[in-house]
């Protein structure tokens, strides 16, 4: 599938866009949600630690990520690719001028629900029944969504803990959708073990399940076990774990048109943790 | 028209609408884990669309469940220190509320399912994507709050951190609705009595003001009754 990487790159040229999108090694990023993180951005852009910057559009309208003087990628939490009732413009025109605004090569997205109807969101994205049913909603939503942005969608899948539907797992779901509405793929690590861990599944299963020519950036965080049960969790106020490190370091290998390794960590977790994590990351993504 | 929205049918959207209601009420997860058809056919739905829905019995399930309601708690503990344990003192930190009877309540409710009883987002995408105000409106509505039989106490502390929240937003918020609290807010300590106001200056200090003619400085000032704010009001006033 290097046509994918091809309709990406298409659209990089035709935008001039500043982000520096070279292939391998990926550029090596972190997530950005407000401005109390803009001291951290800082130290580690002056540490060479840094590439770029990954907004969570859209975003308070008195922070100034652009303070950062960092190439930037958009993503949004706040779009449910999996809603029956569709995508709310008001969200999606928002994530649209952040993404322009800021030449973002592409623009990360949900496949969730965020909510029981048209708008609104209860929190954490959640999994619908992975099931063809919803597989044509989504595909159906990004499509429309890249039409209405001009640029590709790359999506991303949350973590599960109850997998319910006809496909044999979410990521025979993801390559479904992705395959049958063009778009590309942000492999979340952090939540692929959870999953694996939380359905019974071995560590690195279904892997085989994605065209991995459409991944074009991994997200890593920490993870945790449950308090009072055997179930994991995303934990972003932690680091990346050596053995989650080790993983990054196995994929960076064998996809081909990674882009992008993007760090999630709390603004509120240690900020002298967000530079280790940092460095570990990028020596883990550029290991030969 | 909206180019976003999905064409899609009743039967796909009322099985999203029971799936996430499965996940936040608990309500539903007791009736549906003992008679699933009948729940079911509320919706619209089928025996047929059992296979679409989650077991709610298992771990798992509930393990999910858990996670999601400690993320809404830690949203309404961080905003409502002050009147979480005015309503149950057993409410300490995010757990203690996530496990509680009165956060159940409010999960259960049509101020958490329906956008149209919130507030707009401070960041201008409109209502329903944000539980500060959700919650806040609940319990206004529910403890009789702005009515002459709720709790002085209650209504002290709810107003105090339901107003220090819009308060904060209207200092950078892109949404029109937020620039209205930018003088303050303030509410009759006692209801239906203007003698006594409280009014919760922008720098968060909260002053009391008796005299008889108060009521009609403040409202000079451009700050707003407390009383007054319901989703109807945000509606009309934008």
Redesign the interface.
């Known amino acids: 599938m290097a046509c994918i990487a091809s309709i990406a790159i298409g659209y990089l040229l035709t935008m001039q866009t500043p982000f520096p999108f070279t292939g391998h090694p990926p550029l090596i990023g972190a997530r950005w949600d407000d401005g109390s993180q803009n001291a951290r951005f800082l130290v580690a852009k002056s540490l060479g630690l840094i590439d770029f910057v990954e907004i969570n559009f859209?975003?308070?309208?008195?922070e100034s990520p652009s303070e950062l003087g960092l190439p930037v990628i958009a993503h949004t939490s706040?779009n449910p690719l999996c809603?029956?009732?569709?995508?709310?413009?008001?969200?999606?025109a928002?994530v649209r001028q952040g993404a322009h605004e800021f030449a973002s090569p592409w623009i990360g997205e949900h496949l969730a629900?965020l909510?029981?109807?048209?708008?609104?969101?209860?929190?954490?994205v959640?999994n619908?029944?992975f099931?063809t049913?919803?597989k044509?909603?989504a595909v159906?939503?990004t499509k429309?969504?890249m039409s209405?942005y001009g640029l590709p969608v790359a999506l991303e899948l949350g973590p599960v803990?109850?997998f319910?539907?006809?496909y044999e797992s979410e990521l025979h779901f993801l390559d479904a959708v992705a395959r049958e509405a063009g778009s590309l793929i942000i492999f979340d690590v952090s939540h692929w073990l959870i999953s694996n861990n939380?359905?019974g599944r071995p560590e690195r299963f279904g892997l085989d399940a994605l065209d991995l020519s459409r991944v074009v950036e991994l997200h890593v965080a920490g993870i945790r076990p449950?308090d009072n049960?055997g179930?994991w969790?995303d934990a972003h106020a932690l680091p990346p774990s050596a053995s989650t490190l080790e993983i990054v370091s196995d994929l960076v290998k064998i996809l081909p048109n990674l882009r992008a390794v993007t760090l999630e960590h709390n603004a509120d977790a240690p900020p002298e943790e967000f530079i280790s994590a940092l460095r570990d990351l990028r020596n883990a993504a550029t290991r030969q | 028209m909206?180019?976003?929205?999905?064409?899609?049918g009743e039967s796909?959207?009322q099985?999203?609408?029971l799936?996430?209601?499965l996940?936040?009420c608990k309500q539903y997860r007791v009736r549906y884990a003992s008679d699933p058809d009948r729940v079911l056919q509320k919706f619209g739905l089928t025996s047929a669309y059992r296979?679409?829905?989650?077991?709610v019995s298992?771990?798992?399930?509930l393990?999910?469940v858990n996670?999601?309601r400690i993320?809404?708690a830690r949203?309404v503990f961080d905003q409502f220190r002050r009147t979480l344990p005015l309503l149950d003192p057993h409410i300490t930190n995010v757990t203690s509320l996530a496990v509680s009877e009165l956060f159940s309540d409010f999960l259960s409710s049509d101020y958490?399912?329906?956008?149209e009883n919130?507030l707009p987002h401070?960041?201008?995408?409109?209502?329903?994507?944000e539980?500060v105000s959700k919650f806040a409106l609940w319990i206004k509505h529910s403890r009789h709050v702005s009515s002459s039989n709720g709790d002085p106490s209650l209504r002290r502390s709810l107003y105090t951190d339901f107003g220090s929240y819009l308060v904060l937003h209207s200092?950078?918020?892109?949404e029109v609705f937020f620039s209205r609290f930018s003088s303050g807010a303030y509410w009759n300590e006692i209801h239906d009595s203007p003698a006594s106001l409280l009014i919760l200056t922008p720098y968060f200090r909260l002053v009391r003001v008796s005299s008889e003619s108060a009521t009609e400085k403040v409202v000079a000032m451009g700050i707003v009754d407390l009383d007054t704010i319901d989703p109807l009001w945000s509606h009309l006033k934008q």
Do not use: K
């Open positions: 859209p975003v308070s309208p008195s706040n809603s029956a009732f569709g995508v709310d413009p008001a969200v999606a928002l629900w909510s029981d109807g048209p708008v609104g969101s209860m929190g954490y959640m619908p029944p099931c049913e919803f044509d909603v159906e939503n429309r969504l209405y803990y109850s319910s539907g006809s939380n359905c449950s049960s179930y969790h | 909206n180019t976003l929205a999905t064409p899609f796909i959207r099985i999203q609408r799936y996430v209601r996940l936040f296979s679409f829905m989650p077991n298992t771990d798992s399930f393990a999910e996670g999601r993320g809404v949203e958490f399912f329906q956008a919130s401070p960041y201008g995408i409109g209502r329903g994507y539980n200092r950078h918020s892109s």
